[in-house]
C-alpha cells in the first residue's frame, strides 16, 4: 500500500527533538524555528512532559467519555486560570478544524441562526463548515460549498456592519493573527466592533486561536490585546506540545445540554496529560513573558534588514515579507543553515518556534538569516 500523496515534503528525516533543536537520521542538527507548524510550545522533549505523559501511559492512556475523568476538570481548571477565563466551560476535542467545526455548530444551536461571517485569507481548517469558512477554493469540496458563509474584506468595519445589518449572523470567526494568510494581525478596532456587533445583534464571537493562541504573542489569547471577551475560543496545535488535542473555551452564557456536542477521543487521558504538563511548564517557566520578550527581540532584529519589506506579528508569531526575488532564503536556511521555517505564499517566512527559545537560538536564527540575504541576489 502506498501513502496517498497529499504533501510536498522535504528529504530530511527527523528522528530526534531536544528543546529548539531536531536532528536527522544523520545526526545534523537544525533549529527548529517552524515548531513543527506552531504546535511544539514547550520544546521538543520536555522532560516534564514526557514524565507526566509516561506516568499517564502506566496507569491508562484511555478511557471514554462515559465515566469520570478528573483530568479534564484539571485541565479546565488549569486553563481557565492560565487563560485568565475562570468562569469559561471547555470542551475537548482532537484538532483545530473540529474546535472550529464545534464552536461554528455550538454558536448556531445557541441563537438559532445560520450566517456566518468569516475574512478573505483566512483559514479555519479542513473539515465540512471549517473548510467552507476558510478562504480557499482549492481545498473547499463541492459537498462543502454552503451560502451560510460570508466572506468579508479583512479588516473593512463598513463591511462589517453591513453585513449584519439583515440580523442573520450567527456568528463571526476570525484569527487574531492571520496565519496561512501570511500573519496579518487583526487591529484592535476590528475586533472591537465586532464585539459591539455581536452583542447587539445575538451573535457569537468565535476567536479562532488554533494558531495564533495559547501564549505565542505573549498574551494567552492574541484577541486578548483587543481588550474584549470573545464568546467562544478555538484552540488545538500549542496545547498538547505534539499530542493531539484540541478544545474551546466556551463562555458561561453559552448553557450546554446532554449530546449537543460529542467525540470518541477528546479529553481521553493522555491528551489531558499532555495538556496539563503543557500549562505548568508555561506557568512554571513563564513562557508568555519568554515570547514576548525574544518575538519582540527578533522583530525589531528583523526590521532592520534594508531587503526586509515588512515584518508583522506578535510574540513568538512573526512573519517576514520579503521580495520575489528573494524566494529561495527559506531553501537556503535549511539546506544551508539547518534552519527550519514555515512559509505562507507567495513570500513570507513564518516563524513558529516553541514559547522557550533561547536569545542565543534567536541570535542563531539572526546570523544565519544575515548570511542568507548577503549571498541572495541583489533586489532593485
Ligand atoms: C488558524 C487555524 N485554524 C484552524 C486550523 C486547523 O487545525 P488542524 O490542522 O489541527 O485541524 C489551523 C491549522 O493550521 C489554523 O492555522
Redesign the pocket.
Known sequence: MNLFDVYPINPIEIVKGVGSLVYDAHGTEYLDMYGG??VISIGHTNPRYVERLENQLHQIGFYSNSVEIPLQKELAEKLGQVSGKTDYQLFLCN????A?ENALKLASFYNGKKKVIAFHKS????TSL?VAATDNPKIVAPVNETDNIIFLPWLDEVALEQAFAGNEISSVII?GIQ??GGIQVASESFLQKIRALCNEYNAVFIA?S???GYGRTGKFYSHDFAGVDADIY?M??GMGNGFPI?GISISPKIKPAYGMLGTTFGGNHLACAAGLAVLEVMEQDNLMQNAATVGGYLIEELKKFDQVKEVRGRGLMIGIELPAELADVRKDLLYKHHIFTGEAKPNVVRLLPALNLTQAHADRFLEAFAATLKSAPVVA
Do not use: I, L, T
Open positions: 507548524h506552531a484538532s483545530g478544524a473540529e472550529n483559514f479555519h481548517g479542513r471549517a484569527e496565519g496561512v479562532d488554533v494558531q495564533c478555538s488545538a496545535k484540541g
